[in-house]
């Protein structure tokens, strides 16, 4: 039986999986991922957050009009008016943009989401929403030491209030990312 990834290799092979097949991923798997999204530290210990698991194609599909609008109006722009980041490339850089237009027409098709959402307390403050973002490192991680991929992606968020509606998030929480997991197409590398 082959040996299983220690946690530095699963961190420093982690990466963003933007092309996902659509087969089913079995919900024992979701279960841990979620387990180690709980397990996460948050500010205060107050745990305020809520994790949807989207599995229904006609929410995502409502959703992915969302993402798509905002890869239009703003990422897709921003792409092809912006350098390579420091330490890219232009080759590099086309192949992410590439991907990143691979998951906007396909972010749909993830067999399954987890979306990230944050209870809003009494007085929200510009730092709210960093709790969450433990927890979905360590839903990334364990995805990844499961053999999945997923990326962090938050391009929703420009039209938060539609998406949050179409997803059913309930009054008082905002979603803060969503995870689209599945099985890569691609390996895992740095």
């Known amino acids: 039986m082959p040996e299983e990834p220690g946690l530095f290799e ?31 530290a948050s500010g205060g ?22 993402y798509k609008k905002a890869f239009d109006e703003v990422v897709g722009p921003r792409y092809a008016s912006s350098p390579p980041p420091p330490g ?49 490192q360590n839903m990334l991680l364990a995805a990844r030491a499961l053999g999945l991929g997923s990326t962090l992606t938050t391009r929703h968020i420009t039209y938060e209030k539609e998406v949050d509606a179409a997803m059913g998030i309930p009054p008082g929480f905002r979603s803060y990312a969503i995870l689209p997991i599945g099985y890569p197409m691609g390996r895992f590398g740095p």
Request: a positive charge.
């Open 10 to 40: 699963i961190i420093h092979s982690l990466r963003a999986m933007r092309r996902l097949k659509p087969d089913p991923v079995p919900d024992d798997l979701i279960r841990q991922i979620l387990l180690a999204g709980q397990a996460a």
């Open 88 to 136: 890219s490339d232009p080759g590099k850089y086309s192949r992410q943009h590439r991907a990143v237009e691979y998951l906007t027409d396909h972010y749909h098709e993830a067999p399954v989401w987890i979306v990230a959402c944050l209870e809003d307390g009494p007085n929200p403050t510009r730092s709210a929403g960093s709790s969450i973002y433990p927890a979905v």
């Open 45 to 66: 210990n107050a745990q305020r957050w809520r994790f949807l698991v989207l599995k229904d194609p006609e929410i995502k599909k409502k959703v992915q009009v969302y």
